[in-house]
């Protein structure tokens, strides 16, 4: 019903910046929680931000004050630019959407979402 594909990672230096996109096909994005985790490699996937049905951003203590996550409604697609990037951020980069009628609570836990991305790798060189 909602198709979320990644793109924007790549290979940085530390220090440097990227902007990860994540576009939805076949619904509203902005009617949906729209959230970024990420995976490292023998880690559980982790929260990074979200973003609400009113623009309220919500972000991980690792992230904030470097990261910044928005949505473009005319382009039904959502970003996360990254600046000040560090070697532990590198990790598989996931989005994920939160459907209006899901009401479990909060936004931080990824088995609240109801769909997501196939994932975009992002690493950070020292």
């Known amino acids: 019903q909602m198709q979320l594909v990644e793109s924007g990672g790549g290979l ?10 994540c576009t939805a096909s076949g ?10 985790f990420r995976q ?3 880690k559980e996937r982790e929260f990074v931000a979200a973003i609400s049905r ?3 951003r919500r972000y ?6 470097r990261f910044t ?24 980069y996931y989005c994920a959407a939160k459907g209006e009628s899901n009401r479990q609570p909060g936004v931080v836990a ?17």
């Open 12 to 21: 940085v230096q530390a220090g440097g910046s990227l902007r990860l996109s």
């Open 27 to 36: 619904r509203t994005f902005s009617t949906y929680v729209g959230g970024w």
């Open 40 to 42: 490292a490699p023998g």
């Open 54 to 56: 009113s623009d309220g």
């Open 60 to 65: 991980a203590d690792s992230v904030k004050g």
């Open 69 to 92: 996550i928005s949505r473009d409604n005319v382009k039904n697609t959502m970003y996360l630019e990254m600046n000040s990037l560090k070697p532990e951020d590198t990790a598989v």
């Open 110 to 126: 990824p088995s609240v979402y109801n769909y997501w991305g196939q994932g975009t790798q992002v690493t950070v060189s020292s």
